[in-house]
T-cell receptor, first 112, second 111 residues
């Protein structure tokens, strides 16, 4: 298995632009998680899905952030419009039931 | 509510000497505890986990951790550091599907 796949690995954009981050979970996993890592706040859970349904989005910072999971093998995290303070590393993770979460390599986002 | 405190943001050791990374947790129920490692520009990898079985948990790469309920601690140790152990380490408490991360400890290994 290739593990959790995220794309792009790096994204540089200008303030105000729309950013879309992508994640392919491990096949057979029924949970998918989006995390953000910053120097100031460490690792934070943004949202997680179970069987493609959002369960808890209380960590999503504001309405500029949205996440979807149209099917079991794909999820997106969208920021529109992006701001410099959104610069961070965004991780996707997946798990089977409440077992170990497997993390992707992350997307490093820089908003200028 | 649950929380995790990693007592040291940076730890520096010499290669071949023991490693101790400290973690204290707060949880209102029996916790599941984990240690994850993050190498530079990489994702997080599970080192070991405690889920109320043996209190001494062995993980990958020679790491182990001991769950001490009386001290609410879950410190990570390794008898002899290797250069490849240089990374950031996260202590994590889990409730259901929610992970709460500590602030991380950056381990530096000197030759």
């Amino acid at each position: 298995d290739a593990g959790v796949i995220q794309s792009p690995r790096h994204e540089v954009t200008e303030m105000g632009q729309e950013v879309t981050l992508r994640c392919k979970p491990i096949s057979g996993h029924d949970y998918l998680f989006w995390y953000r890592q910053t120097m100031m706040r460490g690792l934070e859970l943004l949202i997680y899905f179970n069987n493609n349904v959002p369960i808890d989005d209380s960590g999503m910072p504001e309405d500029r952030f949205s996440a979807k999971m149209p099917n079991a093998s794909f999820s997106t995290l969208k920021i529109q419009p992006s701001e410099p303070r959104d610069s961070a590393v965004y991780f996707c993770a997946s798990s089977f039931r409440d077992h170990e979460q497997f993390f992707g390599p992350g997307t490093r986002l820089t908003v200028l | 509510a649950q929380s995790v405190t990693q007592l040291d943001s940076h730890v520096s050791v010499s290669e071949g000497t023991p490693v101790l990374l400290r973690c204290n947790y707060s949880s209102s129920y029996s916790p599941s505890l984990f240690w994850y490692v993050q190498h530079p520009n990489k994702g997080l990898q599970l080192l070991l986990k405690y889920t109320s079985a043996a209190t001494l948990v062995k993980g990958i790469n020679g790491f182990e951790a001991e769950f001490k309920k009386s001290e609410t601690s879950f410190h990570l140790t390794k008898p002899s550091a290797h250069m490849s152990d240089a990374a950031e380490y996260f202590c994590v408490v889990k409730r259901g599907n929610m992970l709460t991360f500590g602030g991380g400890t950056r381990l530096m290994v000197k030759p």
